[in-house]
């Protein structure tokens, strides 16, 4: 009978302890979950650079100038008979109502620089009408017409011989990039009268500087006749 209790004593310290109670083992608390935390980034907010102006009181200031163009014209018609073109303004208007900046866009063939720099002064130290919101751009063109005979329009080839020559000290004005375009004025003898150069760009003035004092002593050009001729081609 002792090896009996023995093996019975011996079941007993096996079993676990909760048998003793005879009820279901504690249900275990579920760890706190920790909700993955987020990062709450700022929404974007955009500011545009540009505000508006009110393109009628633009053109009005525009009409303001016309005397004043055209005074910048005359100028030019003492030196080059034949002076005429399309001039095509591109303005940057500050907030206060001043101009910031301007230049001539592609398509503006006034072909003097003088004449050119004398128009765009006009521009810049003419008050504007004031933006909101910032500053404002605004575009502008008016015609130079012809005072008597044109003249005589030539195409580039005329002149693509000569600048093939001045190839060097035009790439060297251009400073390795780059687009603008020139009109020049070629009288008897093949002779450059006047040239101008629209830079497309606020900062390609001391290039286009350059560039007219490259044209303006060219030789080699072939000889118009009697009448100045007009040429507009791209560098």
Known sequence: MRISFLAFRSLALALPLWACGGGEPPAKEPEPQHEAQREVKPALRTRSELGTVDPGAVQSAFHR??????ACQARGLERVEVLA??????LRIADDGTAKWAYLEDGSDVGDRETERCLLDVVMGARWPRPDGGDAEARYSIELP?????????????????LGK?????????????????TMYVGPGGKVIAAGVVASRKDGDDKAECLVHVLEKMRGLPSPGSWPAKVTFGL
Request: aromatic share 10%.
């Open 166 to 182: 001045n190839g060097g000290a035009i790439d060297q004005c251009k400073g390795g990039g780059g687009a603008f375009h020139a």
């Open 65 to 70: 100038l016309q005397d004043k163009f055209a």
């Open 85 to 90: 073109g399309n001039v095509k303004f591109f």
């Open 146 to 162: 012809a005072n008597g005979r044109p003249a005589t329009d030539w195409s580039s080839d005329k002149v693509a011989a000569t």
